[in-house]
């Protein structure tokens, strides 16, 4: 953005390559700098880089193959891409397959930020292991994120995507249908909560209040016009970086139309930060203004 701040989004686009063109148009309608991406459903080799370059975004991707996969696109840099976080669990859905780490999360930095696309597992019943798996997901996200912020505690970071998870009952639309299910169950909210507990604050909700205010809407029953959604795609910011945004929207529109992904892009804005004062001997100070020391 011309004033030096970044427009930071998310979105679950449930397929890129069926979904680019309505992507990359609201990229620039929406003037997004960097946008992370998830369950895109495709290789490395298969993600639609082009029309990305085409409109200045450099991207880093993972998938495998047709199931999870995330990314990040930027116009403003990016550096330092990792695939996957340290302690990330693997997972196998047969027993007699090696477990390994899906394509569910990528970071960068773009413009000095920290950027984590995130897709945490969705934990399909109460009683299947990919529950289990789930939470221990989160668990080493949330022990990982705190040792990056105990390493460096104004550290701009962001950890954004589909969570999964709807923390509270103000992000449902009606408890007793999710009654026994998963995404709001007692452990998966205190997983999600953990993470908050470790600094990283939604920064979306105080700008997006509700209840009735989501980011998904099932494909059946015509859950978006009757508003029956969930509120499960998040901005968690790090102290460094949560003190910069100024605003934040759900852009709703965008599950309107033809052919949407059945979840909403998520956005907030930073300022740029503020230039260090200096705080050295004052004596040194002086005499550089008098100019009896020049520096190289």
């Known amino acids: 953005m011309p004033d030096g701040s970044l427009r930071l989004a998310t979105w679950n686009v449930n397929s890129i390559r069926t979904r680019v063109d309505r992507v990359v148009d609201w990229l620039a309608r929406g003037d997004v700098d960097v946008l992370a991406m998830q369950e895109t459903k495709c290789s490395d080799s298969q993600f639609p880089t082009l029309p990305f370059f085409e409109l200045g975004y450099e991207v880093a991707h993972v998938g495998f193959n ?48 920290r950027v984590w696309s995130l897709y945490v597992p969705n934990g399909r019943t109460l009683a299947d292991p990919h529950y289990t798996y789930k939470l221990d997901w989160l668990a080493a996200l949330r022990d990982t994120a705190s040792g990056w912020l105990r390493d460096d505690p104004a550290s701009p970071i962001a950890l954004v ?44 909700r105080p700008f997006t209040p509700g209840p009735g205010v989501y980011t998904y809407w099932d494909y059946t029953q015509l859950r978006f016009p009757k508003r029956q959604g969930m509120r499960i795609d998040f901005i968690l910011a790090s102290p460094g970086l949560a003190g910069r945004v100024t605003g934040a929207q759900i852009v709703r529109d965008e599950r309107k139309g033809k052919a949407p992904s059945d979840h909403a892009p998520v956005l907030v804005d930073v300022s740029k930060p503020k230039a260090a004062k200096f705080q050295g001997d004052s004596t040194l100070s002086m005499r550089l203004q008098r100019g009896s020391i020049f520096p190289c």
């Open 161 to 204: 995507g589909d969570w999964n998870i709807a923390p509270t009952d103000d992000d449902v639309w009606d408890t007793e249908f999710f009654a026994g299910a998963t995404h709001v169950s007692e452990p998966e909210r205190r997983a999600f909560n953990a993470i908050v507990d470790a600094q990283f604050t939604d920064v979306v």
């Open 66 to 113: 047709q199931w999870n996969g995330v990314a990040i696109a930027s116009r403003v840099g990016i550096e330092d891409v990792q695939i996957g976080f340290d302690g990330q669990p693997s997972w196998s859905s047969k027993p007699e397959v090696a477990a390994t780490a899906e394509a569910r999360a990528i970071g960068a930095t773009c413009a000095g930020v």
